[in-house]
């Protein structure tokens, strides 16, 4: 006998088999109409057409004939910061570019000086409002990073701040090293590195703290060759890599990150058509981030290139208050399919399967036997709502190992 069984399921919507979907396969799911799901100790114990159920459950739940799909997953975020970047938006309305307020001392530098203040707790508290709009609005497992913290020890209460707030919230939380800014001047530049690789990256993995680090490389922030040793550094201490670039400028952190296999690359703005067939070579994830261009009004990622050559892409908010407050992972589904020419079904795949291989996860983001029962339940009976509903939720209900989340 089954702890539960979820009926009336209009369909239930899913990737399917193991493993990242690259290329086309980002296009084809699994669609059961009139489908039932059977959970047991918060897994998926069956799936498939109602009427095929033989067995019996303690507790029965109608869903009424609403849609299904796999609980999204935000492979990117930066959840914990404290402060406001509002001068920021308005000086960009007036004509200053991102860029430079960064090089003014504004922008990420503001939010440093911020957070950087703040205890554990303190960051927790000021996140946890942020993380449960992502998940109310269908994110079961989300990406926090560090990386506003900047010192030794603000980064490591940035990640003892994830470790609280997974205390408070039901959906998984992913916890990454950012090293994000660094000092301009180059001996400074390389006391700063040196410790990050001697210091901060050993106290992580020793506290596991977290399982990944992430490094920004970008003109105005670290070099391919500083991240290479930098990440150098993360591999020798038994931690995943992935990247911040091609975002504003091409400086060589893609080719990098693929030589160095990195889960993933992220943002890929100036991303070119080369270099699309480069990741598609490849088992790294491209991760886009399409509410950056929206907020920043930078080119969009090609998602549909990157698709095309046969990658595997993969979809996140970035949640951040400079770049991308976004604070909902079906908005950033609708984006994607508006502005970087994904498919419905791609950008599902892109943020669920994808976006958990991105992640280095491979027991969430499918509705299959055998997969943690995160699920969504929405409001209409066709699931392809998700994407196309932009200003309203469409997420009903929101399932995590097999509990239904309060709202």
Request: glycine share 8%; proline share 4%; net charge negative.
């Amino acid at each position: 006998m089954s702890e539960l069984l979820l009926t009336g399921i209009s369909q239930a919507v899913t990737p399917f088999g193991m493993g990242p979907k690259h290329g086309a396969a980002m296009g084809q799911l699994r669609m059961i109409q009139q489908a039932a799901i059977a959970v047991d100790a918060g897994v998926i114990s069956w799936i498939g057409p109602e009427r095929d159920w033989r067995g019996n459950a303690e507790s029965v739940i109608d869903l009424a004939n609403r849609a299904v799909v796999p609980g999204l997953i935000d492979p990117h975020t930066h959840a914990i910061w404290a402060g406001d970047r509002l001068a920021d938006f308005e000086a960009r309305s007036a004509g200053a570019t991102y860029e430079e307020i960064l090089a003014a001392g504004g922008g990420i530098w503001h939010t440093i000086r911020e957070t950087a203040k703040k205890s554990s707790e303190e960051m927790a508290a000021l996140a946890l409002p942020r993380v449960q709009a992502l998940q109310r609005s269908g994110a079961t497992t989300i990406e926090v990073k560090s990386g506003y913290g900047y010192t030794l020890e603000a980064e490591l209460r940035m990640l003892e701040a994830v470790r609280l707030l997974q205390q408070q919230t039901h959906c998984q939380l992913v916890p990454t090293l950012l090293i994000h800014l660094c000092p301009v001047e180059r001996a400074e530049r390389e006391a700063y590195r040196e410790m990050v690789c001697a210091e901060l990256i050993p106290e992580v993995a020793r506290r596991g703290l977290a399982h990944t680090v992430d490094i920004f490389v970008e003109h105005h922030a670290w070099s391919a060759e500083d991240a290479r040793i930098v990440l150098g550094c993360a591999k020798a201490a038994g931690l995943s890599i992935k990247l911040h670039t091609e975002q504003f400028q091409r400086v060589g952190g893609l080719e990098m990150g693929l030589e160095m296999e990195a889960l993933s690359v992220d943002h890929l703005e100036v991303c070119s058509l080369e270099q699309c067939e480069l990741i598609a070579k490849s088992k790294t994830i491209a991760t886009i981030l399409p509410g950056v261009s929206l907020h920043l009004g930078l080119p969009t990622a090609p998602g549909r290139a990157l698709i095309d050559a046969g990658a595997a892409v993969a979809l996140g908010t970035d949640l951040n208050p400079g770049s991308s407050p976004l604070f909902s992972t079906a908005a950033a589904m609708g984006l994607a399919v508006r502005l970087n020419g994904l498919t419905a079904p791609e950008a599902l795949s892109a943020s669920t399967v994808n976006a958990a291989a991105a992640l280095g996860l491979s027991n969430v983001g499918r509705l299959e036997v055998g997969m943690q029962a995160n699920l969504l339940v929405l409001e209409s009976s066709d699931w392809r709502d998700l994407p196309y509903t932009l200003g309203h939720n469409v997420v009903r209900e929101v399932w995590v190992a097999g509990r239904k989340q309060a709202a």
